[in-house]
Nanobody
Framework: QVQLVESGGGLVQAGDSLKLSCVASGGFVSTNAMGWYRQAPGKQRELVAFIFGGGSQTNYADSVRGRFTISRDNAENTVFLQMNSLKPEDTAVYYC????????????????WGQGTQVTVSS
């Protein structure tokens, strides 16, 4: 069973940057599509970015494109989310997720979730 542990969240001001990390253990995730979801209070969990397994092709939600960058270090079994120009509307719990496929990610394909890390952006 692959376990995912996120870190790097915190309280920042609008315009600041944060870098989230997701370390996988109990198995390798280099061939899996990996994603970052977020969930704000009272809202549904939404996919903000994902990266294809085995490569570097990425995809982003419109709300974060140009500000967030997802990357992976397969040697370290780790996925990152660099968040720049943060806005108050980015405030949410951010979750790392592992897909059962290498090219697509969606809620029905998730096989592992992290515990989440809180990101709070003040105005």
């Amino acid at each position: 069973q692959v376990q995912l542990v996120e870190s790097g969240g915190g309280l920042v001001q609008a315009g600041d940057s944060l870098k989230l990390s997701c370390v996988a253990s109990g198995g390798f995730v280099s061939t899996n599509a990996m994603g970052w979801y977020r969930q704000a209070p009272g809202k549904q969990r939404e996919l903000v970015a994902f990266i294809f397994g085995g490569g570097s092709q990425t995809n982003y939600a419109d709300s974060v494109r140009g500000r967030f960058t997802i990357s992976r270090d397969n040697a370290e079994n780790t996925v990152f989310l660099q968040m720049n120009s943060l806005k108050p509307e980015d405030t949410a719990v951010y979750y790392c997720a592992r897909s059962r496929t290498n090219w697509r990610i969606s809620l029905d394909l998730i096989t592992s979730w992290g515990q989440g890390t809180q990101v709070t952006v003040s105005s």
